[in-house]
């Protein structure tokens, strides 16, 4: 594991944005035609966001963005950087956070790029502006969020009842947090959640727009998610448990030490099982998955924003930081943080 440590890097808050539209599990098991329940039952998730066919994930974050900077009563031209971590991207070029700077009115003077990153997303773009902070660069925006079911068959009973849509904005600067990062990637397991075409590899054909049943009861297209549930699941038991391990050892702090252990909302079933796994009481692993489902990169802010909001106005916590999945990547995070400004969650 690659092991990164900033010592001269706050967190000053967070927010997170979500679309106004509210998409219920029963609504889509009756169109799916299966059991409601039992959907549940496998998941956790009630509803879910859906953004609009106008509405991007930059559009999400950037909502975000105004809202946290307008709280922290940060003048724009302070900010030295701006980070915009997606998989779904306003285009192919240029870079969206190039995008988000100008309509964010940011000095030109800010640098900004794009991290095409997943599940364990959330844990490197805070690494990646924690080490900016760190290098002198002063305060950092950074922006994650997904607009993934963009990439999602709805006639996939794989995957058409898990994903939500969100945006969020985590403002960093100079201070003393105590932050400590592993990451690490077994491109092995790149096959088991992957788009195989509409890129370079396999470029789009319209032939590759037709979608067929490829399974029982699961319609896509080869330009649309694939995911293969049962090794993501083996995959996150078998290596999220000793992610947290080395995390306690790095930071020099014990499973006890934590208020909360924030995962990557996969769903609730997943959730449960690494909390028994890593031999979790139930309340100290908080889930956002029932009313927002899985958010892609964008499900641990959510969850910190949504979940333990109270307690990070109010307080200092201890917590440790979990993303898992896509590519395989792994990310691991432990942070003492609070008191922040977190602006309530937006629905636009």
């Not at 980070?83 to 100008?102: E, G, H, K, N, R």
């Not at 020099?252 to 208020?259: E, L, R, S, Y």
Request: charge should be negative.
């Amino acid at each position: 594991m690659a092991v990164l440590k900033t010592r001269r890097a706050r967190i000053a808050g967070m927010t997170c944005s979500f679309p106004a539209q509210e998409v219920t599990t029963a609504a889509t098991a009756e169109r799916l035609g299966v059991d409601a329940r039992r959907l549940y039952a496998l998941t956790g998730i009630e509803s879910r966001r859906i953004a609009p066919p106008d509405l991007c994930a930059s559009d999400l974050c950037a909502d975000a963005a105004a809202r946290l900077l307008a709280a922290l009563k940060w003048e724009k031209e302070s900010i030295s950087a701006l980070i915009f971590l997606s998989q779904t991207p306003d285009y192919i070029l240029p870079a969206t956070a190039c995008l988000l700077q100008q309509k964010l009115n940011l000095s030109q003077s800010c640098l900004a790029f794009d991290i095409n990153m997943g599940c364990s997303g959330y844990v490197y773009g805070l690494m990646t502006a924690a080490s900016l902070v760190e290098a002198g660069l002063g305060r950092v925006l950074l922006l994650v969020g997904d607009t993934i079911n963009r990439l999602c068959s709805e006639d996939d009973r794989s995957v058409a009842f898990l994903f939500g849509d969100a945006g969020s904005a985590t403002a960093l600067e100079c201070g003393a947090d105590q932050l400590t990062f592993l990451a690490g990637t077994d491109g092995r397991g790149a096959e088991h959640l992957i788009i195989r075409a509409g890129q370079s590899r396999q470029r789009t054909t319209p032939e590759l727009c037709v979608r067929q049943e490829v399974e029982p009861g699961n319609v896509r297209s080869p330009q649309e998610l694939y995911m293969n549930g049962a090794e993501v699941l083996a995959f996150a038991l078998r290596e999220v448990p000793p992610l947290f391990e080395q995390i306690q050892q790095e930071s020099g702090m014990d499973k006890d030490a934590f208020d909360a252990v924030v995962m990557h909302q996969a769903n609730q079933f997943m959730l449960d099982a690494l909390g028994r796994k890593m031999g979790l009481a139930k309340d100290r692993v908080p889930s956002s998955v029932r009313n927002f489902g899985n958010t892609s990169c964008a499900s641990i802010p959510v969850t910190l924003s949504c979940c333990l909001r109270d307690r990070l106005i109010d307080s200092r916590l201890r917590l440790a930081m979990l993303g898992f999945g896509v590519g395989w990547s792994l990310a691991g995070g432990a942070a003492e943080i609070g008191p922040l400004v977190v602006p309530e969650p937006a629905f636009i």
